[in-house]
């Protein structure tokens, strides 16, 4: 595995995982509302507007 800092050509992939991983692993503990209020906030376009001010890793 090779760690690499994270491209803006990440987004889309890396918003589709987490909202995958969101879905899957919280819907246990939490409401479907609840699961798709924070993918809202975790868009291809937020993603990379934070990744301005957070540090976020990838592997290729």
Known sequence: MIIRKFKN????EL?????KTLRTT???DYSSEYIENDI???TA???IERS????????T
């Open 9 to 12: 050509e990440d987004s889309v």
């Open 15 to 19: 918003a589709e995982v987490i909202a």
């Open 26 to 28: 919280n819907s246990i």
């Open 40 to 42: 809202s906030f975790l």
């Open 45 to 47: 376009d937020k993603l």
């Open 52 to 59: 301005n001010w957070t540090k976020n890793y990838g592997n």
